[in-house]
């Protein structure tokens, strides 16, 4: 990922916690009928808020943060709209909320408010130090997505596509100089797992954020995608990734299954309703909010007493090389496992 040559002007706050060195996981929900993009380090909230509203879609981590820093990311709630807005500005939230009578805006009181100056704001999260060394947080604009006009990628090609293909702009407006919200973690700050893939594409594996596990979670084996192949399945495919982390375990599927939803019919394998370690989740066209034509695949990393289950999953939506997710076990029960061999 390129870097900028511009800093947004982040101020520390004194009466904000000191920087720690330890890391959280910022997860992205998405609500396709509002277009609403949700941001939120709390892991139980974004595998809850699927099951108490279906109408949410988890899309993973989204990028990775310092626990605490001296540069608080705020978050805002429209009680007008029922938009939320997050911003590393505190000049641009207090004036967002002292015109709330007008505009809607508010601080949003469902997390724990920190008291800053003379205004409780709610703090969402902290912002990597503003530096070179760190991945900018791109923040855009799109006037014609409704409630989800605001949206915040650590992306660098997901934030290019936005502008080349869906009519969003970088947003401008205080001191996000050049579209940058705020900053997370690099991936050096970031111990990633692996430093180049083997692809077809032309942005090298090393570009992307890799995700932390999720708090309460082990996996068997750390993720290296340096080895991975594309002769097959493409690079960043949920397929090239359930394929290649399979391999990682002796475990061999062929490379020619097709796409995400054909896996649960190949005849050649054993297929099962009963979570299995180290098998393929196959996932029906539309099956929670995945793609409608295709499908999608997921890897099991691992299964909790309770029968809950964790997965890893690659796909181009996502912003970083791939994602954990969390599925209930009265979610994994309206799965097929796809066994290898």
């Given at each position: 990922?390129?870097?900028?040559?511009v800093?947004?002007?982040?101020?520390?706050?004194?009466?904000?916690?000191?920087?720690?060195?330890q890391?959280?996981?910022?997860?992205?929900l998405?609500?396709p009928?509002?277009?609403?993009?949700?941001?939120?380090?709390?892991?139980n909230y974004?595998?809850?808020?699927?099951?108490?509203?279906?109408?949410?879609?988890?899309?993973?981590?989204?990028?990775?943060?310092?626990?605490?820093?001296?540069?608080?990311?705020?978050?805002?709630?429209?009680?007008?709209?029922?938009?939320?807005?997050?911003?590393?500005?505190?000049?641009?939230?207090?004036?967002?909320?002292?015109?709330?009578?007008?505009?809607?805006?508010q601080?949003?009181?469902s997390?724990?408010?920190?008291?800053?100056?003379?205004?409780?704001?709610?703090?969402?999260?902290?912002?990597?130090?503003?530096?070179?060394?760190?991945?900018?947080?791109?923040?855009?604009?799109?006037?014609?997505?409704?409630?989800?006009?605001h949206?915040?990628?650590?992306?660098?090609?997901?934030?290019t596509?936005?502008?080349?293909?869906?009519?969003?702009?970088?947003?401008?407006?205080f001191?996000?100089?050049?579209?940058?919200?705020?900053?997370?973690?690099?991936?050096?700050?970031?111990?990633?797992?692996?430093?180049?893939?083997?692809?077809?594409?032309?942005?090298?594996?090393?570009?992307?954020?890799?995700?932390?596990?999720?708090?309460?979670?082990?996996?068997?084996k750390?993720?290296?995608?340096?080895?991975?192949?594309?002769?097959?399945?493409?690079?960043?495919?949920?397929?090239?990734?359930?394929w290649?982390?399979?391999?990682e375990?002796?475990?061999?599927?062929?490379?020619?299954?097709?796409?995400?939803?054909?896996?649960?019919?190949?005849?050649g394998?054993?297929?099962?309703?009963?979570?299995?370690l180290?098998?393929?989740v196959?996932?029906?066209?539309?099956?929670?909010?995945?793609?409608?034509?295709?499908?999608?695949?997921?890897?099991?990393?691992?299964?909790?007493?309770?029968?809950?289950?964790?997965?890893?999953e690659?796909?181009?939506?996502?912003?970083?090389?791939?994602?954990?997710?969390?599925?209930?076990?009265?979610?994994?029960?309206?799965?097929?496992?796809?066994?290898?061999q």
């Amino acid at each position: 990922m390129g870097t900028l040559s511009v800093v947004p002007q982040l101020i520390a706050h004194a009466d904000t916690p000191v920087s720690t060195d330890q890391k959280v996981s910022v997860y992205r929900l998405y609500q396709p009928q509002s277009k609403v993009h949700f941001y939120t380090t709390d892991v139980n909230y974004y595998n809850n808020k699927v099951i108490s509203d279906p109408s949410w879609v988890k899309e993973g981590v989204a990028f990775e943060e310092p626990e605490k820093s001296d540069f608080p990311v705020f978050r805002l709630y429209n009680t007008k709209t029922g938009e939320y807005y997050f911003t590393a500005n505190n000049d641009e939230a207090n004036k967002l909320i002292t015109a709330s009578a007008n505009l809607g805006w508010q601080n949003d009181t469902s997390l724990v408010q920190y008291q800053h100056d003379t205004t409780s704001k709610t703090i969402a999260f902290y912002s990597a130090a503003p530096d070179q060394s760190n991945i900018p947080v791109f923040s855009l604009y799109n006037a014609q997505a409704g409630l989800g006009e605001h949206f915040y990628t650590a992306s660098q090609d997901e934030a290019t596509t936005a502008e080349n293909d869906w009519n969003w702009t970088k947003f401008d407006d205080f001191n996000n100089q050049q579209g940058v919200a705020w900053y997370a973690l690099s991936q050096e700050n970031n111990t990633p797992e692996q430093s180049t893939t083997t692809n077809t594409n032309s942005t090298p594996a090393s570009n992307y954020p890799i995700p932390g596990i999720p708090s309460g979670w082990q996996i068997s084996k750390p993720i290296n995608t340096s080895h991975y192949s594309s002769a097959t399945y493409n690079f960043r495919q949920c397929t090239w990734f359930a394929w290649n982390r399979a391999k990682e375990f002796g475990i061999n599927f062929s490379p020619y299954m097709g796409n995400g939803q054909d896996w649960q019919s190949d005849a050649g394998y054993r297929v099962t309703s009963t979570p299995v370690l180290h098998s393929v989740v196959s996932f029906k066209g539309g099956q929670f909010s995945f793609n409608r034509q295709y499908g999608h695949v997921a890897f099991v990393e691992a299964i909790h007493p309770d029968g809950s289950i964790l997965v890893s999953e690659s796909g181009l939506g996502y912003s970083s090389l791939y994602v954990y997710q969390i599925f209930t076990a009265q979610e994994a029960s309206q799965l097929h496992f796809v066994i290898g061999q």
